[in-house]
């Protein structure tokens, strides 16, 4: 099935003549999630429907590079391109403030991650997916003893090096595009396809792969020189080290994964719908965490 990015209407398998139409008639309403998608993603300029259709069934093609290959040259075009996410750039040498925001708006996200995760494991039927999520649950959030701490008590650990207070972080309620992010991923998990759900959450372990530079990235996830000195506190380290570290094979596993089954499965194009509804609101949650680290500047 091919499924619209923005508001999950379905149409035929490979049917990108519908799906342009469909983006047509949504735009001459004026409608702004389908309006802004096009702009972000096919074209600015305004085009006839068949037009339209070939630009899209050329951005979906994954023939050549695989889907794996095509949702990571997708994620690094909107987070590491000639004009890397704003998120990203200031968390290059991150201000305390930058980093409260980061430690109260994602204990929220990582919650979701869970759930994600858990929804996942109780849809597939798949070995190979009940372990790899396994792991990824004990890893974001369960964690393995006081010898490796899960993700969320690194980052609970970071935030109060940087003097907030736990019972604050957790008793914060999100900002609402924080909110809304959380809502679509819940959404997906309850709704979609198990391999949706995967293509939802893991490719956006990316956004810590230290490797995509080697695929075209403009910059890493943070300047990793900051891992050295007093820049930033050893809890700081700490959280992002091991982001720096665990995601890597994290993001790529789930990708392989996702390339094995989606295909022969035939949800390969109901994911890649879904992946590029995903990165949009991670794109929105991450400008959540720059607004939140703002309020800590003005307090």
Same mark, same amino acid.
């Given at each position: 099935?091919?499924?619209?990015?923005?508001?999950?209407?379905?149409?035929?398998?490979?049917?990108?003549?519908?799906?342009?139409?469909?983006?047509?008639?949504?735009?001459?309403?004026?409608?702004?999630?389908?309006?802004?998608?096009?702009?972000?993603?096919?074209?600015?300029?305004?085009?006839?429907?068949?037009?339209?259709?070939?630009?899209?069934?050329?951005?979906?093609?994954?023939?050549?590079?695989?889907?794996?290959?095509?949702?990571?040259?997708?994620?690094?075009?909107?987070?590491?391109?000639?004009?890397?996410?704003?998120?990203?750039?200031?968390?290059?040498?991150?201000?305390?403030?930058?980093?409260?925001?980061?430690? &109260? +708006? *994602?204990?929220?996200?990582?919650?979701?991650?869970?759930?994600?995760? #858990?929804?996942?494991? $109780?849809?597939?039927?798949? %070995?190979?997916?009940?372990?790899?999520?396994?792991?990824?649950?004990?890893?974001?959030?369960?964690?393995?003893?006081?010898?490796?701490?899960?993700?969320?008590?690194?980052?609970?650990?970071?935030?109060?090096?940087?003097?907030?207070?736990?019972?604050?972080?957790?008793?914060?309620?999100?900002?609402?595009?924080?909110?809304?992010?959380?809502?679509?991923?819940?959404?997906?998990?309850?709704?979609?396809?198990?391999?949706?759900?995967?293509?939802?959450?893991?490719?956006?372990?990316?956004?810590?792969?230290?490797?995509?530079?080697?695929?075209?990235?403009?910059?890493?996830?943070?300047?990793?020189?900051?891992?050295?000195?007093?820049?930033?506190?050893?809890?700081?380290?700490?959280?992002?080290?091991?982001?720096?570290?665990?995601? &890597? +094979? *994290?993001?790529?596993?789930?990708?392989?994964?996702?390339?094995?089954? #989606?295909?022969?499965? $035939?949800?390969?194009?109901? %994911?890649?719908?879904?992946?590029?509804?995903?990165?949009?609101?991670?794109?929105?949650?991450?400008?959540?965490?720059?607004?939140?680290?703002?309020?800590?500047?003005?307090?």
């Amino acid at each position: 099935m091919t499924k619209c990015a923005v508001c999950g209407v379905s149409f035929g398998w490979r049917d990108y003549e519908t799906l342009a139409g469909h983006f047509c008639d949504e735009a001459r309403k004026s409608d702004p999630g389908h309006i802004m998608w096009l702009n972000k993603n096919i074209t600015k300029k305004k085009c006839d429907q068949q037009t339209l259709s070939r630009e899209m069934m050329g951005y979906f093609d994954y023939g050549r590079e695989g889907l794996k290959g095509w949702m990571k040259k997708r994620f690094i075009e909107r987070f590491y391109g000639a004009k890397p996410h704003p998120f990203v750039l200031a968390l290059q040498h991150p201000s305390k403030a930058t980093l409260l925001g980061y430690v &109260v +708006e *994602h204990q929220h996200f990582l919650r979701q991650w869970t759930r994600s995760c #858990a929804y996942i494991m $109780g849809k597939t039927d798949q %070995v190979d997916v009940t372990l790899y999520e396994l792991d990824n649950i004990n890893t974001e959030f369960g964690g393995y003893g006081p010898e490796r701490l899960s993700h969320y008590e690194l980052l609970l650990r970071m935030g109060e090096s940087l003097g907030l207070p736990r019972d604050q972080i957790l008793h914060t309620p999100p900002l609402p595009d924080t909110a809304w992010a959380i809502k679509s991923w819940n959404e997906i998990a309850e709704m979609s396809h198990w391999l949706e759900t995967m293509a939802a959450m893991h490719p956006l372990e990316l956004i810590a792969n230290r490797n995509l530079r080697q695929d075209g990235a403009t910059v890493s996830y943070f300047d990793p020189s900051i891992l050295k000195g007093n820049e930033v506190t050893e809890a700081t380290k700490n959280f992002l080290r091991e982001g720096y570290e665990a995601d &890597v +094979e *994290h993001s790529e596993e789930a990708m392989d994964l996702i390339e094995k089954y #989606a295909p022969e499965r $035939g949800v390969a194009e109901n %994911v890649q719908a879904t992946f590029m509804k995903s990165i949009d609101a991670f794109d929105r949650y991450l400008m959540a965490r720059l607004e939140r680290g703002k309020q800590f500047e003005s307090s």
